[in-house]
Nanobody, 124 residues
């Protein structure tokens, strides 16, 4: 079993940066594909970024490409999301998710493990 806990959310202004972290418990973290999803008020859950088990492969949503970077440190059981040039439309609850199989997908139903989420609010 893997438990995930996000941190690093907050309130920032447009153009600012934030780094989200997701700490995982359990010895299988290094074999999991990891991803970040988000849900804005009144909208469906949306894929943001994903990373393979060894960090060798990453995938991003078009809306964040060039602004967000996902990375992981398997020695620390942690995955990160560096968010630069934040926009008001990035406002959402951000969730960390983990999937067996090693390679990330954009489909939320492929992920077995989820954190409780962290709020990111970007003001204009």
């Amino acid at each position: 079993q893997v438990q995930l806990v996000e941190s690093g959310g907050g309130m920032v202004q447009a153009g600012d940066s934030l780094r989200l972290s997701c700490a995982a418990s359990g010895r299988t973290f290094s074999r999991l594909a990891m991803a970040w999803f988000r849900r804005a008020p009144g909208k469906e859950r949306e894929f943001v970024a994903g990373i393979s088990w060894n960090g060798g492969s990453t995938v991003y949503a078009e809306s964040v490409t060039g602004r967000f970077t996902i990375s992981r440190d398997n020695a620390k059981n942690t995955v990160y999301l560096q968010m630069n040039s934040l926009k008001p439309e990035d406002t959402a609850v951000y969730y960390c998710a983990g999937a067996t199989g090693g390679m990330p997908t954009k489909r939320y139903y492929n992920y077995e493990y989820w954190g409780p989420g962290t709020q990111v609010t970007v003001s204009s």
